[in-house]
Every structure is written in C-alpha cells, then in structure tokens.
C-alpha cells in the first residue's frame, strides 16, 4: 500500500465560509492535480485525512471525485470519538455525508476528547501509518497546521517520508491555470 496523509489549513485560516467560495474551487484544483500526478505515477493507492474543516475534507472531498477515474481509496481518522460534537448542525452534516462516503473510517482513541496526549497520539498514528504527506500550508504563514508540520519535519529526521507541501505561490499558479483553462472553453 501507498498511503499519502493529506491535512492543512483549517477553512477559517483561509477565509473560506462556503462551498461556492470562488478559493474553495482553486484548492481542489490545485489538490485535484496533486492527486492525479501522484496516482499516474502509481506513488499513491490511499488518501488518508483527518475530519477537520478545510483541507482535510475537502483531500477526501477531491480524492472521492477522482474514483471513477483513478483507483484511490480513502480513509477519515479522528483523534478521538465524538470528533464532531461541537460543531453546528451543517458542518455534522457535511461530517456525516464524507464519513458515508470514504472507504474506511476510525478513531485513534477509543474515547471522547481528555486531553492533548490525543492529538500527539492520532499524528504518531498518521506518519507511522502513512508514507508520505501533503500539506497545503505555507511556513510564512503559520496555522494550527504547523504543529503537523514539525511533527513532520522530525519525523523525518529517522525516517524516509516525503513531505509535498502546495503554498500560497502554488495556488495562486493554480488560481490563474485554471483561469487560463476556463476562458479558453468560455470562447
């Protein structure tokens, strides 16, 4: 197995209120074309996310709509039950139809949320069950995603795992490819 851990952003670092957010089309994009080079390149047979807001739903989002295409499996990890009890009705309901329509679905911890020990768990449990990483995060800008980042980095330090980070100057190339591809098809 190929496995790739994609995480990021949180969809408030970005700005990103709604799914019609003209950035939101621009990310998947950009994940989009990740994923397809991977997996023609035979690199990946697993997307591998957490459930948080943003990039990690919206990987498995773009990991999904690749399968008629692509054969890519997908797989959501919480780091402990009850992941989305705080959330609002909508966001639990977008939670409910991803963890419906993903290939495997698990928790790290057989308990509710304790303490922080289980955050440290579920990204021990990540590098050591995947073989390589995707982050959309930029190091000039740092979110909650830098604490994945550095468990990365260190991980690294013993480890061979490639790390593919796409940043703000990635998705702006994204943003204006897909521009360019659209106005072509507009005339």
Partial sequence: MKRLWVTGYRSYELGVFSDKDPKLTVIKYALSNYLKSLLE???IDWVISGANLGTEQWGLETAI???????VHTALMTPYLEFSKGWNDSNQMKYQNLTEQVDFTASTSGYPYMRPVQLKNYQNFMLEHTDRALLLYDPEHPGKTKYDYEAI????E???YPLDIIDFYDLQEAAEEYEENH????Y
Wanted: no cysteine.
């Fill in 41 to 43: 390149e035979g690199k």
């Fill in 65 to 71: 709509s690749l399968q008629n295409d692509y054969s």
């Fill in 153 to 156: 980095k260190k991980y690294q």
């Fill in 158 to 160: 013993k480890s061979d």
């Fill in 183 to 186: 106005r072509k098809n507009f």
